[in-house]
């Protein structure tokens, strides 16, 4: 079965890069996803990329992917306060009715000044 | 930008009663999910829908489980007997077309059960 796994937390300092982490298990994935949650709030798309990419850069925002090892990872470039959040790494399978993501735990990133 | 409106925001419902969580989706997408996240746990799949029947379903999504869309727009989530257990966080989403793009989610009903 599918399963993803993160580290549940992680601090940085305020301008400094922030890499979360994330493992997954299922090689028939066809996106991986980023998502981020702050306090009492939804689950915001960050970023996405596609199984067959290697990497993706999107403003401050870097995905990379090695399909290999199953391993996704989501590195932010100065990283500031109002980028605090759960992060949430997501599989995407695809099924005969739009795609089924399976989460992590989250990594709960905590920026200080 | 376009987005998931989920209401209510939060829902306080005795056991045993029915709850109805409501969604509306974004306007031109044909695929609906709901997802839930019990404090501190994961966000876990329950049921995913298209043309009008449940396409795929979690373990999670028994028989006290059931979902509509009974209008154009909206897409509901009924609980029939409210159990402890099912105090959560509800999270709706919704993809277009493509069946395999980024689902877009609302903020969550937070269902509380006393």
């Known amino acids: 079965g599918e399963d993803v796994e993160q580290s549940l937390f992680l601090s940085v300092r305020e301008g400094d890069s922030s890499v979360i982490n994330c493992t997954y298990t299922?090689?028939?994935?066809?996106?991986l996803y980023w998502y981020k949650q702050e306090p009492g709030a939804g689950l915001q798309l960050l970023t996405y990329?596609?199984?067959?990419?290697d990497m993706k850069q999107d403003q401050r925002l870097t995905v990379l992917l090695n399909k290999k090892d199953k391993h996704l990872s989501l590195r932010i470039a100065d990283t500031q306060t109002g980028d605090s959040a759960i992060y949430f790494c997501?599989?995407?399978?695809?099924?005969?009715?739009?795609?089924?993501?399976?989460f992590g735990t989250g990594t709960q990133l905590k920026v200080e000044l | 930008e376009p987005e998931v409106t989920q209401t209510p925001s939060h829902q306080v419902t005795q056991m045993g009663q029915e709850v109805i969580l409501r969604c509306v989706p974004i306007s031109n997408h044909l695929y609906f999910y709901w997802y839930r996240q019990i404090l501190g746990q994961k966000v876990e799949f329950l049921v995913s829908f298209y043309n009008n029947e449940i396409s795929e379903k979690s373990e999670i999504f028994d028989d006290q489980f059931s979902v509509e869309r009974p209008d154009g727009s909206n897409f509901t989530l009924k609980i029939r007997s409210t159990k402890l257990e099912d105090s959560a966080m509800y999270f709706c989403?919704?993809?277009?077309?493509?069946?395999?793009?980024?689902?877009?989610f609302g903020d969550g009903t937070r269902l509380s059960i006393l």
């Open positions: 989403a919704s993809s277009d077309a493509g069946g395999d793009q980024p689902q877009h």
């Open positions: 299922d090689s028939s994935s066809t996106y």
């Open positions: 990329i596609f199984s067959n990419m």
């Open positions: 997501a599989e995407s399978i695809l099924t005969g009715g739009g795609n089924k993501l399976t």
